[in-house]
């Protein structure tokens, strides 16, 4: 196996970090290398807020449920769906832009998730750890106000760098079979899959908490989908100019 499928394959979610700054040459770079990744039709509709500001962080991390690691990792990123730069661009060179399209969120929310995953990578491969935070969309209005975004502009997620100072295991995964199909969508292999990964986890929470966390993978999905999760975002999304068309 090469190096960067064992990277790939090691990666672990940090929530405890050393007192340690990223050095701001390496951070730039992980940028970089962050532009680097895939965008559709090389439109790069993301926008990264690099949240520096002590107070700022404070108050995401309130927003985004009490996460307080997001005021103690080295730095703090917001990774933002962005239509307004690429939308102004063409407008600019003569076109008469349609916005609000179902289409334009889907591009953008997938850019911004390219180009976090691509500085994911790269700063797993200089021994830093991350934490994504889906929190930020708990209160997403407040962070867009917060962080001054304009309109066309959302905040997808948050991302947590730096330093590790703790050493978790690698996190389980779905059988390959369950996620991958051939020529077509079959499930008729799922349901025994499952039943198997959810063996896999219940031990693997065992392991971790010493016996102190008595579940499994399905069990660990029921709230998600037994109450309405973030029902704000709809209407947030229309607000912001992410409309259904």
Request: contains cysteine; glycine residues 6%.
């Given at each position: 196996m090469?190096?960067?499928?064992?990277?790939?394959?090691?990666?672990?979610?940090?929530?405890?970090?050393?007192?340690?700054?990223?050095p701001?040459?390496?951070?730039e770079?992980?940028?970089?290398?962050?532009?680097?990744?895939?965008?559709?039709?090389?439109?790069?509709?993301?926008?990264?807020?690099?949240?520096v500001?002590?107070?700022?962080?404070k108050?995401?991390?309130?927003?985004?449920?009490?996460?307080?690691?997001?005021?103690?990792?080295?730095?703090?990123?917001?990774?933002?769906?962005?239509?307004?730069?690429?939308?102004?661009?063409?407008?600019?060179?003569?076109a008469?832009?349609?916005?609000?399209?179902?289409?334009?969120?889907?591009?953008?929310?997938?850019?911004?998730?390219?180009?976090?995953?691509?500085?994911?990578?790269a700063a797993?491969s200089?021994?830093?750890?991350?934490?994504?935070?889906?929190?930020?969309?708990?209160n997403?209005?407040?962070?867009?106000?917060?962080?001054?975004?304009?309109?066309?502009?959302?905040?997808?997620?948050?991302?947590c760098?730096?330093?590790?100072?703790?050493d978790?295991?690698?996190?389980?995964?779905?059988?390959?079979?369950?996620?991958?199909?051939?020529?077509?969508?079959?499930?008729?292999?799922d349901?025994?899959?499952?039943?198997?990964?959810?063996?896999?986890?219940?031990?693997y929470?065992?392991?971790?908490?010493?016996?102190?966390?008595?579940?499994?993978?399905?069990?660990?999905?029921?709230?998600?989908?037994?109450?309405?999760?973030?029902?704000?975002?709809?209407?947030?999304?229309?607000?912001?100019?992410f409309?259904?068309?």
């Amino acid at each position: 196996m090469n190096p960067t499928i064992e990277l790939l394959k090691s990666h672990r979610s940090i929530r405890k970090f050393k007192d340690q700054q990223i050095p701001r040459e390496l951070f730039e770079e992980l940028i970089r290398a962050g532009q680097c990744a895939a965008t559709s039709n090389h439109v790069q509709a993301y926008t990264i807020i690099h949240v520096v500001n002590p107070e700022k962080r404070k108050k995401l991390a309130e927003l985004a449920g009490g996460q307080a690691y997001i005021e103690t990792c080295s730095d703090f990123l917001v990774f933002c769906a962005d239509m307004k730069r690429a939308t102004e661009s063409a407008e600019k060179a003569g076109a008469e832009v349609v916005r609000g399209m179902t289409e334009q969120l889907l591009v953008a929310s997938v850019d911004a998730a390219l180009i976090a995953q691509n500085v994911v990578v790269a700063a797993e491969s200089e021994g830093l750890g991350i934490c994504y935070i889906g929190g930020i969309r708990n209160n997403p209005q407040e962070v867009s106000e917060l962080l001054n975004l304009p309109e066309h502009v959302y905040p997808v997620f948050g991302l947590c760098l730096g330093y590790p100072d703790q050493d978790p295991e690698v996190k389980p995964r779905l059988p390959l079979a369950a996620i991958l199909k051939q020529d077509a969508y079959d499930d008729s292999d799922d349901e025994a899959l499952v039943a198997s990964f959810d063996d896999t986890m219940h031990q693997y929470y065992l392991e971790r908490t010493g016996g102190n966390k008595d579940t499994n993978w399905s069990e660990q999905l029921k709230p998600l989908f037994t109450s309405k999760l973030r029902p704000h975002m709809k209407d947030f999304l229309n607000k912001r100019g992410f409309g259904v068309k």
